[in-house]
Nanobody, 112 residues
């Protein structure tokens, strides 16, 4: 079964950190670019970060540059999103995406 399962979301205060994880199964993880998206209430889903197959190439939305870091461990079929200095505007459902598959999402809530 092809799937992505996210974890690590939660409720934090502004300035704190969270680390999201996404475990892939059912496809060849190491040959796929992986991405994190987010969708805030009432807003469209937006791309947060993307990582290439070796982890050597990454791209970020301007709104998270310098605060978020995407990484991957191909030996564990896992992609991560380290989120530092969180802001209330980072509150959203965060989704992992790759190989035309979407995870179910993990909720991040940042209080001011």
């Amino acid at each position: 079964q092809v799937q992505l399962v996210e974890s690590g979301g939660g409720l934090v205060q502004a300035g704190e950190s969270l680390r999201l994880s996404c475990v892939a199964s059912g496809f060849t993880f190491r040959t796929n670019t992986m991405s994190w998206y987010r969708q805030a209430p009432g807003k469209e889903r937006e791309l947060v970060a993307t990582i290439g197959i070796t982890g050597g190439s990454t791209n970020y939305a301007d709104s998270v540059k310098g605060r978020f870091t995407i990484s991957r461990d191909n030996s564990k079929n896992t992609v991560f999103l380290q989120m530092n200095n969180l802001r209330p505007e980072d509150t959203a459902m965060y989704y992992c995406q790759g190989a035309r598959v979407w995870g179910q999402g993990t909720l991040v809530t940042v209080s001011s």
